[in-house]
């Protein structure tokens, strides 16, 4: 008959607590310090059937999670576009009563399955969605310029609170959001109210896409580092688009969507992610044609500027290649 200590062990290596080799060199031990000889241990064959999941049950258990997604965003389109189509009918109260139970719902489901730890990317998605509601809602309920600056704080401490929570990588594309439009409001409502006298405004907003970048760098260090930074390269183009824009800001458009392709690259060199890659190629495949044309109005600058790039960029790798070569040597 097995001892106690026998029967027990094995439940753990059943529970994977521990392994099998682990449970025998227990019980070694044991039998050292006791003087009695080592039982025989179970065979792995002897171990219960529920320790290893049949693939089947795990592909069930995705194509389920996608059905519920599928089903959840049908539902919530369908929701949407009745909202939508019988906005400009309802009053201010049943406005904000409407755009505040959305939020709630949205919210409050997130959280429940954040709590019951089911369905973690459904909680973040719900959460995405519900910040930038109770953002709407409380724009709804102030209305304004003051109305848009409330909303945008509001989605945005929800949106901390989420990214520091759940740390989800849709609550990052979220916060991203939220952040482009707070500083496109900012811009508009706080510092040129006056679009009349308003000449920067452009140059504002580019300035104010930097800061966004820096920030997404920031959170890159402590959560989801590729879905961050490469939010961070997204807030660089939009930057330079911003600069583009801006009277004679061609310069500056240029060197920001230099600077953000080259960050992403050396992190790519780092971590060889392709999103850090693609995002970078992008960048300096939309801005610099634009800019140098901007610069030159001359296609054949905008050919030659390219030429320079690439030939820079190619001595760049050359230089890379042959240093690591002589490290490995």
Do not use: K
Not at 292 to 300: D, E, H, I, M, P
């Amino acid at each position: 008959m097995p001892s106690r200590l026998d029967d027990e062990l094995t439940r753990l290596v059943s529970a994977g607590v521990l392994r099998p080799h682990q449970a025998q060199a227990l019980r070694t031990a044991a039998d050292a310090d006791t003087g009695a000889p080592t039982p025989p241990s179970r065979s792995t064959a002897e171990q219960p059937r529920t320790v290893r999941t049949p693939p089947a049950a795990a592909h069930s258990s995705a194509l389920t999670e996608v059905l519920g997604y599928i089903g959840g965003a049908l539902l919530l389109g369908a929701v949407a576009l009745l909202t939508l189509a019988n906005w400009g009918e309802m009053g201010r109260a049943a406005r904000i009563s409407t755009g505040t139970s959305a939020a709630v719902i949205l919210l409050g489901t997130a959280m429940v399955l954040a709590l019951l730890r089911r369905r973690e990317q459904l909680s973040s998605a719900l959460a995405s969605l519900g910040c930038c509601v109770a953002g709407f809602a409380t724009y709804v309920a102030i209305e304004g310029a003051t109305g848009r600056v409330a909303g945008v704080a509001v989605a945005l401490a929800l949106a901390v609170v989420g990214v520091w929570w759940l740390a989800g990588s849709s609550l990052l594309v979220a916060t991203f959001g939220i952040l482009a439009v707070g500083v496109l409001v900012i811009t508009a409502d706080v510092l040129t109210p006056d679009t009349s006298t308003s000449t920067n405004s452009a140059g504002i907003a580019g300035t104010g896409f930097i800061l966004v970048a820096f920030v997404m760098a920031m959170i890159g260090l402590v959560r989801d580092q590729v879905t961050a930074w490469s939010l961070a390269g997204a807030a660089m183009f939009s930057s330079s688009i911003c600069w583009l824009v801006q009277e004679r800001g061609e310069v500056m458009a240029l060197a920001v969507g230099t600077a953000g392709p080259a960050a992403l690259l050396v992190a790519y060199g780092r971590r060889h992610a392709s999103a850090y890659a693609v995002v970078g190629c992008s960048i300096l495949l939309v801005i610099w044609p634009i800019s140098l044309y901007q610069l030159t109005n001359n296609v054949a600058g905008v050919a030659i500027g390219l030429v320079v790039a690439s030939t820079a960029l190619l001595l760049a790798v050359l230089l890379l290649t042959r240093r690591q070569r002589r490290l490995v040597e």
